[in-house]
């Protein structure tokens, strides 16, 4: 598998740690963020293959994020994770994955991985 460059936006700090430990330990490089407003700030300082971002956050949500990844970083692979239907979220951005909560990481990193 090839070294991503991965952003990982949550604002639940135990579980972006543990996620960004296994993919650290698979060996991408993970960059992350607790709050939507950092994570757009970053997209603006930073180039990344995939940016993961939780849906459900406190002010600026995931769904705002990925938009801002795909209009900043179009070659970048987005997926939006969540435990919320699809039905709840109706602001996803065209060309964004969506995974559910609660996903393995071999599974998450199957869905990143080029094709």
């Keep these: 598998m090839t070294d991503l460059s991965i952003l990982y936006v949550d604002d639940d700090d135990k579980h972006r740690a543990l996620v960004a430990e296994a993919l650290e330990l698979a060996g991408h490089r993970v960059t992350q963020a607790a ?13 990344y293959d995939c940016v993961v971002t939780d849906y459900d ?19 970048a692979t987005v997926c939006i994770v969540s ?13 964004a994955l969506l995974m559910t909560k609660p996903f393995s990481v071999p599974l998450l990193l199957d869905v990143l991985s080029p094709r």
């Design 57 to 75: 956050m406190p002010g600026i949500t995931g769904a705002a994020v990925a938009s801002e990844a795909r209009r900043l970083q179009p070659h």
């Design 35 to 47: 709050t939507g407003t950092t994570a757009q700030a970053l997209l603006q300082q930073q180039r």
């Design 83 to 95: 435990g919320h239907s699809r039905d709840h979220m109706r602001d996803l951005p065209t060309g």
